[in-house]
């Protein structure tokens, strides 16, 4: 049996009209695309490469059986939901491929001996870190830096995240706690969300917990550095939003008893990674940004990804 999918023909509405018209129908990209217009559904499958046309033929291929025509009739039954699971593949292969565009364009520009930055921590720590260890990002820079820069396998491995008060609330008590369970766990946190929860450390025996702190130290709320500076004096900016402080973390560390490094390039971090792991108590690893610099290469960046 030979198969040939048209891929306009698999982004029909009357396909996507499952069976189930259930509201909580937990495949969130049925429903996505189900709320689309039909034109809008026709450029997305116009849009398919040729190889992904022909990865979704093989797949299918895979899925049914490849029974020679001349000596079996085949009858293939199905439902309107398992055709429309089968048919969503488009988008997320297409998803891939960018993924794909994206990772040859942050080779070019990321490598272990630049300088440190937030969206290089993003894109170098998954692989510094060993992938059998869990780790935990903290609100609201590291998440988003995580899914635009981190690359597609990341997306695979045990990650943990929560939105606390105000975002940042409870950022090292849940790691702590975390850290009891799964270890050794790695925290990524800016230095505002750390700070504002750094009382943590007095919940018993803290210190003696398998966790490591990536602390990124960008003087203050560097997020909204990158929302609001367009629109507010410096001043105003910081005095609302960025709260920069001027913290002596090294005699921090020393006053709640947890062991301290501060490194300043890729390759003492990975060294520093080591190190925490091996002595098995909690530890933080400081690294500098400057956020100006961090700004503008970032920006510069994406436009690259997106002109791609």
Known sequence: MFLYLEVVEMFNPEFLATENNDPNDENDLIQYLQKQSPEV???????????????????????????????????????????????SSPMALDLIEEGEQIKEILKEQITQDNQISEYKLANLVPKLWPAENPIMLSASSPIRDWLTFSENGTLTRNCFSFRGASGIDGTLSLALGISRIKNPLLLVTGDLAFIHDINGWLIENSIDMNLTILLINNNGGNIFNRIYKENLKEDELKKLFLMPKEINWSKLAEGYQVNFKSVANFKKLREAFDWSISIKKSVIIKVDIDPESEICEKNSLLEKIIGS
């Open 41 to 87: 559904l026709q450029r997305v499958a116009k849009s398919a490469s040729e190889d992904i046309q022909e990865i979704i033929r093989h797949n299918v291929q895979g899925l049914l059986g490849m029974l020679p025509s001349d000596q079996f009739d085949v009858k293939i039954t199905s439902s309107k939901d398992n055709i429309a699971n089968l048919l």
